[in-house]
């Protein structure tokens, strides 16, 4: 085995294409095919399923795809860790984060790219389990968490505050604040692009059982539905985007405050880069 095959075998798996592979590796879509059907001789595995959509991976494929990721890991960690010696900070760093940091991150990244410009950052936005299970898995290096997570090693990043959202005509849009029992006798809409968790445990704590009306992903279309009354919610004010027209965005009371993380698996998992990214967020 070689690392053509193994890069080919990851990039496939990321894409979903040879197609988006090659793209990916910067080569062509024969390289890409070439290296995965050496792979699969050496082996004598099929790795991977063709078919009009793309690509995917075998049972074997994904059960060896793990150790090849690993394996690459460290090979890129080597190369790192060596152009550090020599006094520059290299490679590619991998972030993931929920949709609501994705505004806090881009002034850190631009900031961090003027000072590393060897370095290739990629940005991976998911929901807060999406992002945990990257983290585990070393798929990022580093992500956004909400706090406290004692399990992790963490850095602050930001804090803000969830908020009732409400149609602009609710009887309790003129309100200074809301609490959550008030709110029980509407519709509820949950966004699961991220603060899931979060909220269902707001609700725990106060015994309120937890029932949407409607789960939507994108932040956009949650503010639409509560536009059109269609129900009401709590999200992050980081999420409000200045986007807040026919709507009432009101503090909760109590107040739920939340705090985000840049969060690693340990602080020995982190190459320079990502040690250099923690860096330029803790200035």
Known sequence: MNLPQLRALRAVHEAGSVTGAADLLTITQSAVSHALASLETELGLLLVVRDRTGCCLTEAGRRLLPHAVEALRHVDRLAEEATAAAGLVTGRLRLGALPSACRILPPLI????????AVQVVLLEGTDDEVDEWIERRV??????TGPRPDLHTVPLADDEMLAVLPA???LAGELDVSLPELADDPFLLSSGGCEPLIRRLYGEQGIPLA?????????TLLAMIRENLGVSVIPSLSLNGTAERISALPLRPAAPRSLLLAARSDTDLGPAGS????????
């Not at 631009?110 to 000072?115: H, P, Y």
């Not at 949407?212 to 956009?220: L, N």
């Open 110 to 117: 631009r900031r961090f790219g003027r000072r590393y410009p």
């Open 140 to 145: 990022v290096e580093l992500g956004v968490v």
């Open 169 to 171: 005509e609710h009887p």
């Open 212 to 220: 949407p009306a409607h789960r939507v992903r994108e932040m956009t």
């Open 276 to 283: 250099a990214f923690l860096d330029t967020v803790r200035v």
